[in-house]
């Protein structure tokens, strides 16, 4: 079992910065890919980023790239996100997840382990 806790959410305004952190714990070896994933009121949950073990093989949803970047540290054993020019429609509950398997990491379903997720407001 991969155990995960996320942290950094909040509230900001539109066109500011919140840098979102998982950490990982128990079977880690088991998370070859982390990824995260928000769900927005009333929509189903959506991929957003996802990093391999290396670090140098990461996907970004279209809505997102130029603006998220994604990053782990095996070390540490966490992933962070770090979201720059904030938009209203990028709030949601923002999940933190991770699978063994490295194979089509935009996938929602593949995953294994998620954690409880946590809030990000983006005020207009």
């Known amino acids: 079992q991969v155990q995960l806790a996320e942290s950094g959410g909040g509230l900001v305004q539109a066109g500011g910065s919140l840098r979102l952190s998982c950490a990982a714990s128990g079977r880690t070896l088991s998370a070859n890919v982390m990824g995260w994933f928000r769900q927005a009121p009333g929509k189903e949950r959506e991929f957003v980023a996802a990093?391999?073990?290396?670090?140098?093989?990461?996907y970004y949803a279209d809505s997102v790239k130029g603006r998220f970047s994604i990053s782990r540290d095996n070390a540490k054993k966490t992933v962070h996100l770090q979201m720059n020019s904030l938009k209203p429609e990028d709030t949601a509950v923002y999940y933190c997840?991770?699978?063994?398997?490295?194979?089509?990491?935009?996938?929602?379903?593949?995953?294994?382990?998620w954690g409880q997720g946590t809030q990000v407001t983006v005020s207009s």
């Open positions: 997840a991770a699978k063994a398997t490295i194979l089509k990491d935009t996938a929602l379903d593949l995953y294994d382990y």
């Open positions: 990093v391999r073990w290396s670090g140098s093989i990461v």
